[in-house]
């Protein structure tokens, strides 16, 4: 009888030639889609009519995108199989593929039939008999997981194949390699669900650290652009994220998924031509973001729609003109009245104004020559004059250019409704107490938002820069064109040299230059991908908006996040126990139903995948002394490392890191510190990539992040550093993946008394 050594051997070649017939499908595939692409760029030439050339370059556009495809999906191709209770055995992997027949010989593992794999529990099978993971190193098999559902209907034969640990757990023991990576081999049910939710509408994901929620958001990103292509590739979906670290660190799941339609951005990022960085102080934060703000720079422009003190008087060209006070009150009175954005209504204004003003200035002459007829005693000059009743409409308008010309008058309109944009408005205003004083409502700690006038933008300046462009109605065109056109050449020539990379058309001489090809290619409209151009439009409106780490966007974050999506097709990803900034959310209804108005759902993950269970004890502490309501997730292995406190300052930490560092071997280590150390310490480990082998960074920075070693420096000062100290704790404690340590000065935090001392 064969030993169990001989089983497994027997398995694995068995699903080596599987996999191997796999590969050559997607060998061959990649050759088809080559030859296309190079049919689609050979055929013609310049000849032919324009409509031929622009279908040509469609299906060439089409080919190239589908060969990037089948390229990004070369590792780990195939990952599960199941067999079901028909007897029908199904291959899931990273994209479909289909043998010469047509008969589907791998199924994508967003379609509906690779749903069982992902399903079944051991309570509710869903048909399957047998769900087996496939671990591959390059295109050789190296290990089988499976999991039974029903033993007493599985052969003898299947039964001795049976092989394996829980693929699951050894996803979950691989060293962190300072990139996220996708899990689409060990996706669990709950996640499923939230990856497979209908597009319509909103759905929240909130659940605990390291519960996989901004995996099951990225995969979800790829579900949802597989399934609904046309309308998402066209309108775009937008990944919000809370810093420029966290994107790079998720960047590169959506690609290996076989996503790149996808624009990633930073709340900082997300109006053109701004990409703040900097952070506001709590108190300033607070302010920034609570909802009020909206009245305030409403209030901001309209303070900008001013009238003079008395009558208006502009001198110019040797005459006064001057348009009564009550006049300049009406004309603005009707410019607002229509309710157009400012620099909009300031078109109307300006017109009526520069009548009046023509109007003044004909009375301005007839009064001079009044003037000149008394003192000359002219009598060729007596007799009635009423020139401004002699004004027509047509003699206005020649007076209103011509004054428009005058640089008095263009300053006299500028001053009482001047051309503004979002820069120089929110700017002006956060640098003048005496208008934020005027402007705020009773109660808003105004004094809290002044600063020098330049000072740089900060993320929390980004949605009240977006309020105004409402209000003013930036004009943009110009600029956007402009943008547009680089842009478009750029990115171009960035596909071109893509698909000459990937095609092996270069090596064979059928295009020698990127440019040359992009040339070829050049979009008959703007050239940019949807992703390109959302991310250069400030009003685009995309399919649908992911935002990671939401519990940190305030409500004026909110405002701006749902004008970029009208269709409210959005998933929000976070954790209310972990909300960090001061103009945070509290709950979830608090955030969304001003927008949604209780059209949300919710899905809740509650299994910790990241954190052992011996660190979750400890994070669990913390959790009940800041949020006693909130439940922490549940483990779903223990480490055997007890997490432990080290007495000592920051001199005592390049052992301890070395310790840890020699600890997890290739692992990666990261520093936590509170702001008040945060110098001290990174000037210990000045890496600030995450590849790096140590990084150090402050709790801000490591939201969303996981290290195979965490330590800890100054407990006390994260506590005390912030209103939302004991969130900040919690958030740092569960980055580690295997092993913490918690470096303190003074006394160690009540809340930490769990951890093992040294
Ligand atoms: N089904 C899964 N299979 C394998 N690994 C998983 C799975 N789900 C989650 N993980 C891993 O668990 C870790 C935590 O996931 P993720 O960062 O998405 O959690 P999170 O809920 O966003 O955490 P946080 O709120 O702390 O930012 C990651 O390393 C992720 O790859």
């Not at 008999?129 to 496939?134: A, E, K, P, V």
């Not at 909300?579 to 910790?608: C, F, I, Y």
């Amino acid at each position: 009888m064969a030993n169990r050594q001989d089983v497994r051997a027997e398995a694995l070649d068995s699903e080596q030639r599987t996999v191997s017939a796999l590969y050559a499908r997607l060998d061959l595939a990649r050759a088809r889609a080559e030859a296309a692409l190079r049919a689609a760029h050979g055929s013609g030439g310049e000849l032919g009519t324009r409509q031929a050339r622009v279908e040509r370059e469609v299906t060439a556009a089409e080919q190239a995108r589908r060969l990037a495809r089948l390229h990004a999906v070369e590792r780990g191709l195939c990952f599960g199989r199941t067999d079901d209770t028909s007897g029908r055995t199904t291959y899931v992997g990273r994209i479909g593929l289909r043998d010469d027949e047509h008969e589907s010989v791998l199924v994508d593992w967003r379609a509906p039939a690779a749903r069982p794999f992902y399903v079944a529990t051991a309570g509710a099978p869903d048909g399957l008999l047998r769900r087996r993971h496939l671990h591959l190193k390059e295109r050789r098999v190296i290990a089988l997981d499976d999991e039974v559902f029903d033993l007493d209907r599985m052969d003898e034969g299947d039964r001795r194949t049976l092989v394996g640990e829980a693929a699951l757990l050894a996803a979950l023991r691989r060293g962190r390699t300072g990139r996220m990576g996708d899990v689409v081999a060990t996706i669990q049910t709950e996640q499923d669900r939230v990856i497979r939710s209908s597009l319509q509408g909103a759905l929240v994901v909130q659940g605990g650290p390291g519960t996989g929620k901004t995996v099951a958001a990225l995969h979800r990103a790829a579900f949802l652009l597989y399934t609904h292509r046309d309308t998402l590739e066209r309108r775009g979906v937008l990944v919000i994220g809370p810093n420029a670290m966290f994107l790079r660190y998720i960047g590169h799941v959506l690609p290996a998924l076989g996503e790149t339609q996808v624009v990633m951005a930073t709340l900082g990022e997300l109006f053109p031509g701004v990409r703040a960085t900097a952070v506001d102080g709590p108190r300033a934060a607070q302010v920034k973001g609570d909802a009020r703000m909206a009245d305030v720079v409403a209030a901001a422009v309209r303070e900008r729609q001013r009238l003079p003190e008395g009558d208006l008087l502009v001198a110019a060209d040797g005459l006064t003109m001057r348009v009564p006070h009550e006049v300049c009150a009406r004309l603005r009175e009707r410019a607002r009245a229509v309710r157009l954005p400012h620099n909009m209504a300031r078109k109307l204004f300006v017109t009526e104004l520069l009548k009046d003003l023509a109007r003044a200035e004909a009375r301005a002459v007839e009064e001079s020559l009044r003037l000149a007829e008394l003192e000359l005693e002219d009598p060729e000059l007596a007799g009635p004059l009423d020139l401004e009743d002699d004004l027509d409409e047509v003699d206005l308008e020649l007076a209103s250019r011509r004054l428009w010309s005058l640089e008095p008058v263009r300053r006299a309109v500028d001053e009482l409704w001047p051309e503004l944009t979002p820069q120089r408005l929110v700017g002006e205003l956060l640098s003048s107490p005496a208008t934020l004083r005027a402007v705020a409502p009773d109660g808003l700690d105004w004094a809290a938002l002044v600063r020098p006038a330049g000072a740089p933008w900060t993320v929390g300046d980004v949605p009240l820069l977006d309020e105004a462009a409402e209000l003013l109605g930036e004009d943009d065109s110009a600029r956007r064109a402009a943008a547009r056109e680089s842009e478009a050449e750029e990115e171009q020539e960035r596909y071109a040299r893509e698909v000459l990379v990937t095609t092996g058309l270069q090596e064979e001489g059928v295009f020698q230059r990127a440019d040359v090809l992009a040339e070829r290619h050049a979009d008959p409209g703007d050239g940019l991908s949807t992703a390109e151009r959302a991310a250069a439009d400030r009003t685009w409106a995309y399919g649908h908006v992911i935002v990671d780490e939401a519990q940190e966007l305030s409500a004026m974050a909110w405002r701006m996040v749902m004008r970029r999506v009208p269709a409210k097709s959005l998933t929000v990803v976070g954790d209310i126990a972990q909300t960090g900034s001061a103009a945070g959310a509290r709950s979830w209804a608090q955030v969304l139903d001003p927008h949604l108005a209780g059209r949300w759902r919710e899905e809740r993950l509650l299994v910790n995948y990241r954190t052992p269970a011996e660190i979750m004890r400890v994070a669990a502490d913390v959790l009940r002394a800041v949020a006693p309501g909130q439940e922490p997730p549940e483990s779903v292995r223990e480490e055997g490392t007890p997490p432990r406190a080290v007495r000592g300052g920051v001199e005592r930490l390049p052992d301890l890191v070395a310790e840890e560092s020699a600890a997890v071997a290739d692992g990666r280590v990261g520093v936590i510190a509170s702001g008040a150390r945060h110098r001290q310490v990174a000037a210990l480990f000045p890496a600030d990539d995450l590849e790096a082998p140590v990084v150090a960074l402050t709790v801000t920075q490591a939201k969303g992040l996981e290290f195979d070693a965490v330590v800890v420096v100054d407990p006390a000062g994260i506590l005390a550093g912030s209103p939302m100290g004991g969130q900040d704790l919690y958030v740092a404690i569960t980055r580690a993946t295997r092993r913490l340590a918690v470096l303190h000065d003074g006394d160690l935090p009540q809340v930490l008394s769990a951890l093992a001392r040294e």
